[in-house]
């Protein structure tokens, strides 16, 4: 199985920030990265799809960014629903799998 | 607007089994195959498997081969999810998620979830 680890496992910030989170496979797998962000008792939120592509309807201060091994969200000029829970999923290979998350705190 | 809304929560014995349900709106059912993922309290997401709906066809990792089953009905447009053998390891959030192809099915990602099914297993 590919193992998805991501760094920060969390980390503060305070509105207007921008942070970046970083995704490391343990295998190569291209571009089959997808980003999610998930608030507490919700389900996931597509992000960004293809490592670099933003879905639709998510705004512009999310984008992504990788190829390979290594990938990264950047989230420009945080807003407060923002804080949440960010996961990586890799689609190169089955079973799927995703990062253990990041989770964005509020300083 | 595509929506999925799954079953409400279960609670269950050890040894039981649980069947999750997710019906699907706002878009055509069969041509999107269902990807079901579980959430454990205060953990992160664990793929389980997909479905397609047209074909049948499913595919799941190891861990979970011969305890869980992917079905659907077309008709309802409903896609189901049973787990059998439950242990206290299966308390967890249990997601639907439509898969959705980019790039000619190139890549694909879960673009739509239901609003999950918590399950709980405890004697």
């Known amino acids: 199985d590919i193992q998805m680890t991501q760094s920060p496992s969390s980390l503060s910030a305070s509105v207007g920030d921008s942070v970046t989170i970083t995704c490391r496979s343990s295998q190569t797998i291209g571009k089959y990265l997808n980003w999610y962000q998930q608030i507490p008792g919700k389900a996931p939120k597509l992000l960004i799809f293809?490592?670099?592509n933003l879905q639709s309807g998510v705004p512009s201060r999310f984008s992504g960014s990788g190829s390979g091994t290594e990938f990264t969200l950047i989230i420009n000029s945080l807003q407060p629903d923002d804080f949440a829970t960010y996961y990586c999923?890799?689609?190169?290979?089955?079973?799927?799998?995703f990062g253990q998350g990041t989770k964005l705190e509020i300083k | 607007q595509e929506q999925l809304v799954q079953s409400g929560a279960e609670l269950k014995r050890p040894g039981a089994s649980v069947k999750v349900s997710c019906k699907a709106s706002?878009?055509?059912?069969?041509?999107?195959?269902i990807n079901w993922v579980r959430q454990a309290p205060g953990h992160g997401l664990e793929w389980m498997g997909w479905?397609?709906?047209?074909?049948?066809?499913?595919g799941f990792p190891p861990t979970l081969h011969g305890r869980v089953t992917m079905t659907n009905n077309p008709s309802m447009a409903t896609a189901y999810m049973e787990l059998t053998s439950l242990t206290a390891d299966d308390t967890a959030g249990y997601f639907c998620?439509?898969?959705?192809?980019?790039?000619?099915?190139?890549?694909?990602?879960?673009?739509?979830w239901g609003q999950g099914t918590m399950v709980t297993v405890s004697a």
């Open positions: 479905m397609n709906p047209k074909s049948g066809n499913v």
């Open positions: 998620a439509r898969r959705v192809r980019y790039d000619s099915g190139r890549f694909d990602a879960f673009d739509s």
């Open positions: 706002g878009y055509i059912f069969i041509n999107y195959d």
């Open positions: 293809a490592a670099s």
């Open positions: 999923h890799q689609t190169s290979s089955s079973p799927y799998t």
